[in-house]
């Protein structure tokens, strides 16, 4: 079982619809929890921290569920510039504070 | 503005040329990290360094090696390419303690042929 697991997708969407993604996360220890936003040909950026009692940044709403090890991300009124790959991103904290396991991404298209 | 370098954005080598790929960041952070991004299977962590002349193999180490001299600058070293090795590579950096974000590089686009 790999230890972040996420949909590819892609996933399809029309401007202003709703769109949830979802990604589950194998060790049970993992403290904190990110979802980075990579464009195209671009490095991946933080979008935003996942917190236990979830978390809203705008449009974009981040939730965490312990019990079942999985994360989801939100988002709303999807605009055409939100097309990217989302990457579910954990920190496991074991064999150093920093590492970071990442999913492969599940990608976003966003049409008109 | 915090900002991570590489030396390269595209690369051509042929297989058996040792190959260097820089990373520099000023932003003071000890913590950095090689990664090889490759379609279908995500980051990948190749090595990372917490500090000065300190070095930890990640996940995928095998036919790498890293060199951190000074602390802004965190070298990956390919010593015999190979067309597998044909991939991007992301330097990453954070400050040590923290469990945040983690900043990137553009990347570098390596073809091995």
Known sequence: RKEVEQDPGPFNVPEGATVAFNCTYSNSASQSFFWYRQDCR????????????????????????????YISLLIRDSKLSDSATYLCVVNPLTGGGNKLTFGTGTQLKVEL | ??????????????????????????????NMFWYRQDPGLGLRL????????????????????VSREKKERFSLILESAST?????????SIDGG????????????????
């Not at chain 2, 790929?21 to 000023?26: N, S, T, W």
């Not at chain 2, 597998?84 to 990453?92: D, F, K, V």
């Open chain 2, 1 to 30: 503005d915090v900002k991570v370098t590489q030396s390269s954005r595209y690369l051509v080598k042929r297989t058996g040329e040792k190959v260097f790929l820089e990373c520099v960041q000023d932003m003071d952070h000890e």
């Open chain 2, 46 to 65: 190749i090595y990372f360094s917490y500090d000065v002349k300190m070095k930890e193999k990640g996940d995928i180490p095998e036919g790498y090696s």
């Open chain 2, 98 to 113: 923290s469990t945040d974000t983690q900043y990137f590089g553009p990347g570098t686009r390596l073809t091995v042929l």
């Open chain 2, 84 to 92: 597998n090795q044909t991939s991007m590579y992301l330097c990453a």
């Open chain 1, 42 to 69: 671009k490095e991946p950026k933080l979008l935003m921290s996942v917190y236990s009692s979830g978390n809203e940044d705008g449009r974009f709403t981040a939730q965490l569920n312990r019990a079942s090890q």
